[in-house]
């Protein structure tokens, strides 16, 4: 694969995700149309779903369902379409999302590799890679970033760190869509700062990309640390996302 292809194969997905054309992420002018969760659409995504604003740096997708089109069309005739995602702007759409029982639930940054800065990155721990039939004891709360218990079936590769047969690092990527593998990695707390979780982390892009998979990784903007992680395994920016729910997911998230 090429950045190119991986680009591609990204923006193919996103379309899917939210029911517009690939190519439509490309424009230089913000998009707008119907939500509509494709067949092919990553696997963890919840309904219900209002809408979802999605920028690959060149402008805002809206894909939205009817009854908040018309705040969707002013909110992105308001500001530019970077200021979309950030307050103050936010508390705008928020206020005019409230009275029809709606509002902001998830924001997102997405991260791709950059092949020419792709390397394994050395730690001084024992690495080994795992499958999904060696998971079947770490759905516990050490690992619970890396692995998904409510989704055991799309946990299919993992790398770990290990002294003494002790488990103290641990990545591991789950198939979330046809040919994109998501990465997420927990580090025991007394092992921190020792570089392990790029070890472990590099070591399984790799591994992905062995497979002709395109591995991915997400963050909250505001988690410093996993983004310091994301940028020294190879990863850059590629797309942000913020997400409409119903208030009442929102609450239930909060409470």
């Given at each position: 694969?090429t950045d190119k292809?991986?680009?591609?194969?990204?923006l193919?997905?996103?379309a899917?995700?939210?029911g517009?054309?690939?190519e439509?992420f490309?424009?230089?002018?913000?998009v707008?149309c119907?939500?509509?969760m494709?067949?092919?659409a990553?696997k963890?995504i919840?309904?219900?779903?209002?809408?979802?604003?999605?920028?690959?740096?060149?402008?805002?997708?809206?894909?939205?369902?009817?009854d908040i089109?018309d705040i969707?069309?002013?909110y992105?005739?308001k500001?530019?379409?970077?200021h979309?995602f950030?307050t103050?702007n936010?508390?705008?759409l928020s206020?005019?999302?409230?009275p029809r029982?709606?509002?902001?639930c998830?924001m997102?940054e997405?991260y791709l590799?950059?092949?020419?800065?792709?390397?394994e990155?050395?730690?001084?721990?024992?690495?080994?890679?795992l499958?999904?039939?060696d998971?079947?004891?770490l759905?516990?709360?050490?690992?619970s970033?890396?692995?998904?218990e409510?989704?055991?079936e799309?946990?299919?590769l993992g790398v770990?760190?290990?002294?003494?047969d002790?488990l103290i690092g641990?990545?591991?990527?789950?198939a979330?869509a046809?040919e994109?593998w998501q990465?997420?990695v927990d580090v025991?707390?007394?092992?921190r700062r020792?570089?392990i979780a790029?070890?472990?982390t590099?070591?399984?892009?790799?591994?992905?990309?062995?497979?002709?998979?395109?591995p991915?990784y997400c963050?909250?903007w505001?988690n410093?640390r996993?983004?310091?992680?994301a940028v020294?395994?190879g990863f850059?920016?590629?797309?942000?996302?913020?997400?409409?729910?119903?208030?009442?997911?929102v609450?239930e998230?909060?409470?």
């Amino acid at each position: 694969m090429t950045d190119k292809e991986i680009l591609q194969i990204a923006l193919a997905q996103s379309a899917e995700d939210i029911g517009c054309k690939a190519e439509d992420f490309t424009k230089t002018e913000n998009v707008i149309c119907k939500y509509h969760m494709g067949e092919h659409a990553r696997k963890y995504i919840k309904q219900p779903v209002i809408g979802n604003f999605v920028s690959y740096g060149s402008n805002v997708v809206a894909a939205v369902q009817d009854d908040i089109r018309d705040i969707a069309e002013e909110y992105l005739k308001k500001y530019e379409f970077y200021h979309l995602f950030e307050t103050p702007n936010m508390t705008w759409l928020s206020e005019k999302l409230k009275p029809r029982g709606y509002g902001v639930c998830f924001m997102a940054e997405y991260y791709l590799p950059k092949l020419d800065m792709v390397k394994e990155h050395p730690c001084n721990f024992e690495l080994k890679v795992l499958e999904q039939k060696d998971f079947t004891e770490l759905y516990v709360p050490e690992w619970s970033n890396a692995l998904c218990e409510a989704r055991k079936e799309l946990d299919v590769l993992g790398v770990g760190a290990y002294t003494q047969d002790k488990l103290i690092g641990f990545a591991a990527c789950s198939a979330d869509a046809d040919e994109m593998w998501q990465i997420g990695v927990d580090v025991l707390p007394e092992y921190r700062r020792n570089g392990i979780a790029t070890s472990v982390t590099s070591k399984l892009i790799t591994e992905i990309l062995k497979r002709d998979k395109v591995p991915f990784y997400c963050t909250a903007w505001s988690n410093v640390r996993s983004v310091r992680n994301a940028v020294k395994c190879g990863f850059i920016p590629a797309w942000v996302e913020m997400t409409i729910k119903p208030l009442s997911v929102v609450e239930e998230m909060n409470a």
